[in-house]
């Protein structure tokens, strides 16, 4: 048989939820060979991973598809938890859902797949991925990611570090629909997931709390609350287990009696060494924003060419709205991106995205 009328085949990283069950449906829809893989990378004590690996299992039985279980635990432990632990070690705030697209999905899920011979893995990811073609005689493509349609869904901030080698094996099938949209088609093909609810926090700590699973790892250490004045306010347990921006402080803080209707304290900034946290009042604080940001680990998703200044639009964390800023280059290793107007809460170790006015997703890099 002629090659060229085989099935492009495909492994979909399903995760036992709605959006990469609907990616399978998609795919199998479109005319694709799909075999469903469930990635294996943590266990939670709350049951959570072998539930979703049966959901993912039924849904591939639903769509009548091959289905495996691939055990990747210990190179997760290295790529992502290892690397995540680390980060707070050194006052950092890491982001494990980054290193897991970059070490797992991307990584070895789809260099796996393609041994296996794979044409493409696809997820479930909201992000759209375009193929351009530069050179019509060759051939010669370059691939683009884009915001998802769905803005409030949209996951392409934490694809950034993806090269052209991992983009031209990659589909996002639901990229270009939004959230009911993909609930819809998930009701209308029969498939368990329907009604799940999304998964929300770091990826792979299911019902647990960031800072209890840290302390498994990192000593606690009692140190200083100061507020902006430099004053003594509280006790904490640990610089490490603070990251800017944060509510939530879970510290003995002897607020002023005489302030009965103060705001919400936030942490604005925190020094590993004196095991410190300041926190600041009032989640417009001036103390809570920056104008500029240093970057290191840039990938650029576009020739850069000689240009030293480039307008694009970023964010320094999931889900913050984007901003106008200057991406100012002086070299692929001194980079700097200047804000329009000053962003709140730019915690280093974080990634910074950027964009065009399009939704081109441009590259991105880790906060200094």
Known sequence: MDKKKLKKRVFVGMSGGVDSSVAAFLLKKKGYDVTGIFLRCYDPKDGCAK???RDAALVAQKLKIPFYVWDLRRQYKKKVIDYMIAGYKNGLTPNPDVMC???????LFLERALKLGADYVATGHYTRLKREIRNPKSEI?????????????D??????????????????????????????IAKSAG???ADKKDSQGVCFLGKIKL?????????????????????????HSGAQFYTIGQRHIDAKINFPASKKDRQPYYVAAKDKKKNTITIAEGEKNPALYKKEVELYGINFNFELGKKTKLPVFARVRYRQPLEKATLLIRGKREIKLAFKKPVKFVASGQSAVFYDKAGQLLGGGIIA
């Open 191 to 193: 498939l368990i997931t």
């Open 141 to 153: 493509r370059k691939f683009q990611i884009y915001a998802a349609k769905d803005k409030n869904k």
């Open 211 to 235: 800072e209890d699973f840290l302390k498994k790892y990192i000593p606690e250490k009692k140190g200083k609350i100061l507020d902006l004045k430099g004053d003594v306010i509280g006790e």
């Open 51 to 53: 539930k979703d690996a």
């Open 155 to 184: 996951q392409s901030y934490f694809l950034w570090t993806l090269t052209q080698n991992q983009l031209k094996h990659c589909l996002f099938p639901i990229g270009s629909y939004l959230k009911p949209q993909v609930r819809k």
């Open 101 to 107: 697209n970059k070490e797992i999905k991307f990584g």
